[in-house]
């Protein structure tokens, strides 16, 4: 079992920055990959980064360039560094990690973008 917890989330002006954190515990070690994915009302869930055990990264293109994913595995933490937001970015944000047969996912941290 993995245990996931975000943190991070809130208000902020367009063109604002916000960094989320997600820290785990639990069976880390069974750990191959860790993601930010957003679910805004009334759309599909969408992977917005990921990071694997290597270190290789991906992004929505919606997000390049404006949010950098990193993780510090002294903490156990993942972060999602958000830049020059938008208000399209409002959403409810959620940490998941991924081994080799199960998926985990947090309770999810709302962001909020104001025009």
């Known amino acids: 079992q993995v245990q996931l917890v975000e943190s991070g989330g809130g208000l902020v002006q367009a063109g604002g920055s916000l960094r989320l954190s997600c820290t785990f515990s639990g069976s880390t070690f069974s750990i191959n990959a860790m993601g930010w994915y957003r679910q805004a009302p009334g759309k599909q869930r969408e992977l917005v980064a990921s990071?694997?055990?290597?270190?290789?990264?991906n992004y929505a293109d919606s997000v390049k360039g404006r949010f950098t994913i990193s993780r510090d595995n002294g903490k156990n933490t993942v972060y999602l560094q958000m830049n020059s937001l938008k208000p399209e970015d409002t959403a409810v944000y959620f940490c998941n990690a991924r081994t080799s047969i199960l998926s985990y996912r947090g309770q999810g941290t709302q962001v909020t973008v104001s025009s």
């Open positions: 990071i694997t055990v290597g270190g290789s990264t």
